[in-house]
């Protein structure tokens, strides 16, 4: 989904590519969703968490998505510290937001699978805790691209935060594995055990693709919002000076 | 290099002398480490069970509310537009800036931690352990809080902001030294705990530096 960087950096072309790309992407991702929620609610009940495996098809695809949005950030953030490109700049500040919401769906429906599942709203699970620290370095991106008022300067602050980020993510995740192994034998997370059947895998895998397409979209029509606001402001900025 | 050194004074004595320095955080340290007990309870076997990791945690505290003035007193003073001038390279300077901070507050913090670890109920046995995780966590905690305090040079409530960027980034210390007491007090092996900090504490100080003078230069373009 990560856009040929080379291709799409001229904002001309970007601006006319996303134009239908956004609406595309979007269709599809309703498609893709409608289908996947139908063979989600059709699947027959597992025979141990019973009509709660249906969360999964929401929650899941949500996590997967966290750690994505995540990649894409850093990934847009690098290119604009690199290449000081404005439209990479504008594609992280569009990507922070969307990231942090797929990391909250993971985070409230979750909660909401383990209340029937394990008695509790929250376990300090490695993996729960590993992505509660995702969603709070998603906070502290947001918060201090607001805070800083000059655009350009602000920009490149959150980028060199969002690398920081991307180095300690893997540390931060096997630092609260190797915590969790230390303090607890086993986990409480059963790793899905045998493969999973077709009639939940087919539903997940069309869920998944779900999401990533409707984030591909909202990430576009984020970027174009951007654009366009920073096209307003430089004409604003001419025609005050007129 | 005897410019590097004449920096570090000059450093250690900003943050030794200005703004209450040491004082400062031992002071928060002993408050924070007194509210507990308050919290919890008086009664020592509830304590005891928490001591090692609330005077664990007091210390990452502690150690967060020292940053605001790191890079903040030179952006403010203009003496950091001299420093990024200078011919020693932004990011020596910003090493040299956060041993600074170390030797000023992270020493005396470390001595600290011990007493008030003993005071909630921990064996006294753990004292050295104690002393050591403080210290070699404290590095940790000066270099990858320096990049949260470069970063929100010049932004709006930068010291809440350096708390919010800061905290995440303190998880793996934390973690690891609060493991290494843990495996230390129930007797298992708790040398993999204390390396594992060292080891993020040396990365902290390898690559830190370099995000900060990243942030610096931002800052003062």
């Known amino acids: 989904m990560i856009p040929a ?3 799409l950096s001229n904002p ?9 790309a956004a609406p595309l992407f979007g269709v599809i991702a309703i498609g893709l969703g409608l289908a996947g929620l139908w063979l989600g609610f059709t699947a027959p009940e597992d025979y141990q968490q019973g009509d709660t495996v249906r969360i999964m098809f929401i929650h899941v695809p949500a996590a997967w998505l966290a750690m994505f949005v995540y990649a894409c950030l850093a990934v847009a953030s690098f290119l604009s510290l690199v290449f000081r490109h404005v439209l990479a700049d504008a594609a992280a500040a569009a990507a ?10 993971a985070l409230v429906t979750g909660s909401l699978w383990g209340r029937p599942m394990w008695g509790a709203w929250w376990v300090w699970d490695a993996r729960l805790t590993s992505v509660l620290i995702l969603f709070l370095i998603y906070l502290a991106y947001i918060a201090l691209r607001g805070a800083i008022d000059d655009e ?14 991307a180095v300690n993510l893997p540390v931060i995740h096997y630092s609260v594995e190797w915590w969790n192994s230390l303090h607890q034998g086993a986990s409480v997370l059963r790793e899905g055990g045998p493969a999973m059947p077709p009639v939940f895998l087919v539903p997940l895998l069309l869920m998944a693709l779900a999401y990533t397409s409707a984030f591909g979209s909202l990430w ?16 604003a900025l001419r025609a005050a000076r007129a | 290099m005897s410019r590097a050194l004449v920096l570090l004074r000059r450093e250690a004595a900003l943050a030794w002398g200005r703004g209450g320095g040491p004082l ?5 340290y002993a408050g924070v480490a007194t509210l507990m007990p308050l919290a919890i309870g008086p009664e020592p076997e509830r304590l005891a069970a928490i001591a090692l990791g609330a005077a664990w945690v007091a210390l990452a505290l502690a150690s967060l509310l020292c940053l605001d003035r790191l890079f903040e007193r030179d952006y403010e003073d203009g003496a950091l537009e001299g420093l990024v001038l200078s011919e020693t390279p932004l990011e020596l300077v910003c090493a040299i800036k956060c041993l600074g901070q170390w030797l000023a507050t992270g020493a005396p913090l470390a001595v600290a931690a011990p007493v008030a670890a003993i005071a909630l109920g921990a064996d006294p046995a753990l004292a050295p352990l104690i002393f050591l995780c403080a210290l070699v966590g404290g590095l940790a905690f000066a270099f990858t809080g320096g990049i949260g305090a470069a970063l929100s040079l010049g932004a709006r409530r930068g010291g809440l902001l350096t708390a919010v960027i800061v905290l995440p980034l303190f998880v793996p210390p934390v973690i690891f030294g609060g493991g290494a007491l843990d495996a230390f007090a129930g007797g298992l092996p708790w040398q993999s705990g204390l390396a594992l900090l ?15 003078a990243g942030a610096c230069r931002n800052a003062l373009t």
Do not use: C, N, Q
């Not at chain 1, 922070?96 to 769906?105: I, N, Y």
């Not at chain 1, 350009?152 to 980020?165: D, F, N, P, Q, Y």
């Open chain 1, 96 to 105: 922070a937001p969307l990231g942090a919401g797929f990391t909250f769906l």
């Open chain 2, 24 to 28: 400062i955080a031992v002071g928060f």
């Open chain 2, 198 to 212: 060292g080891a993020y504490a040396a990365a902290a100080v390898a690559l830190g530096p370099v995000a900060m």
């Open chain 1, 5 to 7: 960087p080379a291709f």
């Open chain 1, 12 to 20: 001309e072309r970007f601006m006319s590519f996303s134009r239908w």
């Open chain 1, 220 to 235: 576009l029509v984020r970027i174009r919002g951007e654009v366009w606001r920073r096209r307003a402001e430089a004409a």
């Open chain 1, 152 to 165: 350009t300067k602000a920009g490149r602050a959150s980028a060199i935060l969002a690398l920081v980020g």
